[in-house]
């Protein structure tokens, strides 16, 4: 009986350490919800800024790179109520904590993430 045990964790063993040779250290994704999954295709393409969300971003005193970092890095959520997904052009209205705006929206076209604008109070960019 110990024997079959011994056999048992043994194979057990060596399977887990030929699947990770294997298979490699990967970077395991889990975005099948729709916040991820939307986030995720934004990240995914090339990011451009507007020339008002570009003002906007200098009123308060952020660079267009930080906002790069903190569109890649931070915790987003879209707001789907508020956003149009219809037709070829998708506008999303994405909501951000801890930062200097609360809300932004990003135009999704063919393989282009356009950020149109961000909700900035006492900044008149129009």
């Known amino acids: 009986m110990t024997r079959r045990i011994f056999l048992y964790l043994f194979g057990v063993g060596l399977g887990i350490i030929v699947s990770f040779l294997f298979f490699g250290d990967r970077d395991i994704d889990f975005s099948?919800?729709?916040?991820?999954?939307?986030?995720?295709?934004?990240?995914?393409q090339e990011l451009r800024?507007?020339?008002?969300?570009?003002?906007?971003?200098?009123c308060i005193g952020v660079s267009q790179l930080f906002f790069e970092n903190l569109f890649n890095e931070s915790d987003l959520e879209v707001d789907f109520s508020s956003s149009k997904v219809d037709g070829t052009c998708k506008n999303y209205h994405i909501k951000i904590d801890e930062a200097r705006f609360s809300e932004f929206q990003i135009d999704d076209c063919d393989s282009l993430s356009y950020l149109t604008y961000l909700e900035v109070p006492n900044c008149d960019c129009r």
């Open 49 to 58: 800024i507007s020339e008002q969300a570009m003002c906007q971003l200098d």
């Open 32 to 44: 099948y919800l729709p916040n991820a999954r939307t986030l995720k295709h934004l990240r995914s």
